[in-house]
């Protein structure tokens, strides 16, 4: 036994040596600091006021403060003007994004992951911290108690460790500090003055149209204009007070969702708020959008304003690959600044949701394209600390990188109201800050009043010569509300110029005149970002000055600039060369290449080919390396980088290998793995952190692992003590069963997860070696004892598959004790459905079932076959939960005496025999309705199973056989994870827009397919709607795996935006579609 006391108080003291996420990241001048905090006073007792004053307006006026729901969170900040106006409500901005932005290329290449980086947050509720997916990373820093199922999601996108792999988020070592939204400008600025660097706001104010439960409503002030909401695009209190914090926090870079508001519409009747109350009218108000449909916070100048687009799955190649979608909100600003300045992927993002430590669910809209970006900039801070001694980019800088290495998007080159500067690409931001003073500048500079920066830079001509500026300028003064006031917000006007071969190089302008036009060149007086792009320099020496006009407020104006398409001088290390391989084998190889002068290490990459995705081996001493974990007969490539101490080349070309085949796959089932006499033909991966061991009797460590083999003497598992933790991953493969001749396949294995730090254990299944798909999950400890886990494995019939086990270590300084072990892993046939014994009434023409509620169940019938099999409709009860069943009877004549009786099979065995499987019993009697107490034991296990209802004349009914009069009824139970929220009906509804319905293609010009997050076996309703309330089709289909799906066609409909109704028994859903 290994003494772990010793080596606790040891690891101990050399945590206090470690780095970890602190909010000081950036050092600020006590005066600064001060300045913050006295900001952030300020915006507190401003806040104060605004709201007692709103609250007590609002309640006169019987508005609601506040209104949640699974899907968006309501809540009301204020009105637009003290006296008159509109209420102002917060909302969320709800409608696979790392590869459409290139954030997994800087994860996979660079192993960045967010280490040492603080995200914040501010939504409209609590993030579920206990999710397995954050692990103890996140922190709620306020008083917010009700979770949010938006916060949720949102912080997962930033920041998902992972532990599903579609999850994970873009910075999946990220610390996250969590707020709700309210009073967020005082918490932000005291945030900033503690260090923060980047936070997300997928929030901001309902404007213009927006669609609630009982009708449309317009939240425009008809003072101002009666046909458009003046608060789009409208520099307001809250864009200036944004921009104040930014401007006195020159390291704090604040990320915001352009909104959701473009082709909002309606005709006909709505209702519009007069200065005390909501009214109705038919008075012609304009579409919000296409332009200017950004609202009051994504207007700000020193943010940056994030829109979204549709998922780019393989990566971006061509800004044809960009497609917008149909609701992110479009600048320009009153003022003809460019917004938004990004797009990022905001169509159905895969992250945590709110419902369980485990519930994950499909997201859409700006709230999610906006976190995907705020991540993927803690990944370019951690990168660029990492290069430069500790420091990180100023606000100003990070804001300029990623505007300057965006892709292309649009119609033409250069920026767009649409797509603002275009589509973020980590990657090409992260090669900016790895090639420094090689063939980029990064620098943050000082312009004093009167003066000029001038440097000289050396065009290599073989590609774009690119200068970006931007600074983070004063407050701007908003004007008295007013409809597209012109009047420029930009207080420091600076210029940037590029000169050389005869000719000066202009920045790229927009004319909000004519929002739709290309970009062109001239002197941009609007905009604190300036882009000089020449597309075909000649090689040799330019000049790039920035000066500005007028006298600079303040006397000086720092800033930050960007260039690329330059050389220096000094030149990165050459790529390797001399790719061979040797010792192929079935399942490993070894890979090698020539050695390079100046090389301190070698990175290689391998993947099959075809596959998107790399397994990467880090830092290689020497010129070879052997991987393992191969699939057999199969063909990969692989690749090689060098890294000097002055930089990294670029990959290699690709050299290809094919593995050994065997015989063949295992054919003979039932097969039964042990590990008594050594792993057999599993193999231990290549692509992880450490190795399984194969080990009799106790592990090595205490308090953690099992004591003996759960079945003969020997098992597999990861000793997570030495160096083998924290979170340090361990790999075992299977090898290749052929399924085409199994019926029903199931997997089964033994697992034990036991010690107070264990962390996870998933296993994944393959048809083809390179992508994995999870099968199985599970985290956190487990208790002293062996537990089997059966898995259908029938998806992959006919398939030759591979299984994986995944274990990942535990974390913090008692890490160690995290053992996992798995034994007796076996693949064969599934055991046949179960069979239920039959009961029913033989004469159910004087008495029946009438009715039966329980959850969302509220079935009637006529009960006229004496049984009637029920059980495609189902309703969901947590485990431990207490849940009423009303069953009402039906006398066709005279009333008799009836018993009734209720089982669930928790067991799922067949029968309802066991011990507590009768929930209900009523002894014989005229009332009606009857009702009881359903309780749902807490150590049932999850998933569907069968419930029985009967009623029988004059006696309690037993659960099988035939009985005179009455009736049976069968139903579909669905045990859900203790705590599992349930939905309120809300007496007011709000716009809303679903992340658990999604419409796709939207816009549609044919067919538009619908799908509904909804319960197993349930009965879900598809209306198609005209914007003016008209039917115009309706389907119903069963929800099967969770999901109900439809389509319409509509490519003989009038273009236009319709409406799509979803309804279940649970509640109705509204989803907008715009056909072309």
């Known amino acids: 036994m290994i003494n772990k006391k010793a080596m606790t108080v040891c690891l101990l003291l050399l945590a206090a040596l470690v780095v970890t996420p602190v909010m000081a990241q950036q050092r600020y001048s006590q005066r600064q600091t001060q300045k913050l905090k006295g900001l952030s006073n300020a915006y507190t007792a401003k806040y104060k006021t605004q709201r007692a004053r709103a609250y007590a307006r609002a309640l006169k006026a019987k508005l609601p403060l506040r209104v949640v729901t699974k899907d968006r969170v309501i809540e009301l900040q204020g009105f637009s003007r003290p006296n008159g106006g509109t209420p102002l409500y917060f909302t969320n901005f709800n409608l696979n994004a790392a590869r459409t932005i290139s954030t997994d290329k800087v994860q996979a290449q660079l192993g960045l992951t967010g280490t040492g980086i603080v995200l914040g947050i501010w939504d409209g509720g609590k993030v579920r911290t206990t999710h397995q997916e954050f692990g103890n990373r996140v922190t709620q820093q306020d008083n917010a108690t009700t979770l949010s199922s938006h916060a949720t999601h949102v912080a997962g996108t930033m920041g998902a460790a992972g532990v599903s792999s579609n999850a994970k988020g873009m910075a999946p070592n990220a610390t996250i500090h969590a707020y709700d939204w309210n009073s967020d400008l005082a918490e932000m600025a005291n945030a900033a003055s503690n260090g923060l660097l980047l936070s997300n706001h997928s929030y901001g104010f309902i404007t213009g149209w927006a669609f609630s439960g009982s009708g449309w409503r317009w939240y425009g002030d008809v003072n101002i204009s009666t046909t458009e909401d003046y608060r789009f695009g409208f520099y307001s209190d809250y864009s200036k007070d944004m921009d104040q914090i930014a401007f006195d926090a020159p390291f704090y870079l ?14 006909g009747s709505h209702q519009y708020y007069n200065g005390t109350s909501w009214v109705n009218s038919t008075a012609f108000r304009k579409r919000d959008g296409d332009y200017d449909c950004i609202g009051a916070g994504g207007v700000a100048k020193n943010i940056l304003t994030i829109g979204a687009v549709n998922d780019i799955s393989s990566g971006y190649s061509q800004p044809s690959d960009v497609v917008q979608t149909s609701f992110s909100s479009w600048g320009p600003t009153d003022d003809g600044r460019i917004k938004p300045d990004l797009v990022a992927n905001g169509a159905s993002l895969f992250s945590p949701d709110s419902g369980s430590d485990t519930d994950y669910g499909n997201k859409s809209g700006t709230s999610m394209s906006s976190p995907s970006v705020t991540g993927s900039l803690g990944l370019l801070q951690q990168h660029y600390k990492n290069k430069n001694g500790g420091s990180f980019m100023r606000a100003a800088t990070l804001k300029a990188l990623v505007i300057h290495t965006a892709d292309e998007a649009g119609n033409a080159n250069g920026p767009d109201y649409s797509n603002g500067w275009g589509l973020m690409n980590t990657k090409a931001a992260a090669d900016v800050i790895t090639n420094r003073n090689v063939s980029s500048k990064i620098e943050e500079e000082t312009l004093n009043n009167n003066g000029t920066y001038s440097i000289q830079v050396n065009a290599t001509g073989n590609e774009p010569l690119v200068a970006t500026i931007v600074w983070t300028d004063a407050p701007g003064t908003p004007t008295a509300p007013a409809l597209d006031p012109t009047n420029r917000m930009l207080v420091n006007d600076l210029d940037l110029r590029l000169s050389g071969n005869g000719n000066t190089y202009q920045p790229w302008i927009l004319n909000p005149a004519n929002p739709s036009a290309a970009a062109t060149k001239g002197d941009n007086d609007r905009d604190n970002v300036e882009k000089v792009f020449i597309a075909n320099p000649g090689a040799g020496t330019y000049t790039i000055t920035v000066n500005h006009k007028g006298a600079l407020n303040g006397g000086n104006q720092a800033f930050s600039i960007i260039v690329t398409g330059i050389t220096t001088g000094s030149s990165a290390c050459a790529v390797a060369g001399g790719l061979t391989t040797s010792n192929l084998a079935t399942t490993s190889a070894t890979l090698n290449w020539s050695a390079v002068n100046g090389a301190t290490t070698y990175d290689v990459r391998y993947r099959a080919q075809g596959s998107a995705n790399w397994a990467t081996v880090n830092g290689v001493n020497g010129t070879s390396t052997n991987v393992s974990g191969l699939v057999e007969g199969t063909t990969y490539e692989f690749q090689v980088r060098t890294n000097c101490s002055n930089g990294s080349s670029a990959y290699s070309a690709s050299a290809s290998f094919t593995t050994g085949t065997p015989a063949s796959c295992i054919t003979a089932f039932p097969y039964n793995e042990s590990f008594e006499t050594g792993l057999g033909a599993w193999v231990q991966s290549s692509a992880d952190d450490i190795n399984w061991t194969r080990q009799s009797g106790g592990t090595a460590s205490n308090s953690t692992g099992p004591s003996a083999a759960n079945n003969g003497s020997f098992y597999m598992y990861v000793e997570a003590s030495g160096s083998n933790y924290p979170a340090k991953t361990a790999t075992l493969i299977s090898p290749c069963f052929d399924l085409s001749a199994v019926s029903s396949p199931t997997l089964k ?50 398939s030759n598959v591979s299984v994986r086990f995944t274990v990942t270590t535990g974390t913090g300084s008692s890490g160690w004790q995290s053992d996992i072990a798995i034994d007796h892993v076996r693949v064969e046939a599934s055991t046949p459905p179960l069979v239920y014994c039959a009961s029913e009434g033989n004469n159910s023409t004087e008495e029946y079932i009438g009715r039966v509620q329980l959850g969302s169940i509220d079935n009637s019938s006529n009960g006229s076959n004496g049984y009637t099999d029920f059980t495609s409709t189902s309703t969901s009860l947590a485990q431990g939960s207490s849940n009423t069943i009303t069953i009402t009877p039906v006398w066709t004549g005279t009333v008799y005496n009836e018993g009734y009786s209720v089982w669930i099979d928790f067991n799922r065995d067949g029968d309802f025999t066991d011990a507590g499987e009768q929930v209900f019993t009523q002894a014989a009697t005229r009332n009606t309705p009857v009702s009881g107490t359903i309780n749902i034991p807490t150590s049932v296990t999850t998933g569907s199973t069968r419930m029985r209802v009967s009623m029988r004349y004059n006696a309690i009914p037993t659960s099988c056989g035939t009985f005179n009069y009455g009736e049976v009824e069968d139903y579909t139970i669905n045990i859900a994870p203790s705590g599992t929220a349930t939905f309120a009906s809300q007496t007011e509804r709000f716009p809303i827009l679903l992340e658990e319905v999604s419409v796709s293609p939207n816009p549609a010009t044919d067919v538009v397919t619908v799908k509904a997050q909804a319960a197993n076996n349930s009965q879900v309703s598809f209306t198609l709607v005209s914007i003016n309330g008209r039917s115009m089709m309706r389907k119903v289909a069963q929800a099967n795996n969770g999901e109900a799906t439809q389509q319409f066609k509509v490519g003989n409909l009038p273009k236009g935006i319709y409406l799509i109704k979803v309804q279940t028994k649970g509640g109705q859903k509204i989803q907008k579609v715009v056909v072309r």
């Not at 604040?254 to 005709?267: F, L």
């Open 254 to 267: 604040i990320c915001k969702a352009a909104g959701n508001d473009r082709n909002d519409n309606h005709s």
């Open 749 to 798: 294995f033994d697992y034990h997860m036991y010690g107070s730090q264990v962390n996870n254990l998933k296993a994944e299944v393959s048809t083809n070696g390179s992508s994995w798909a999870e099968i199985f999950n599970k985290s956190g400890d487990q208790g002293n004892s062996w537990t089997t886990q059966t898995i259908d494995l029938n998806a992959y019939k006919g």
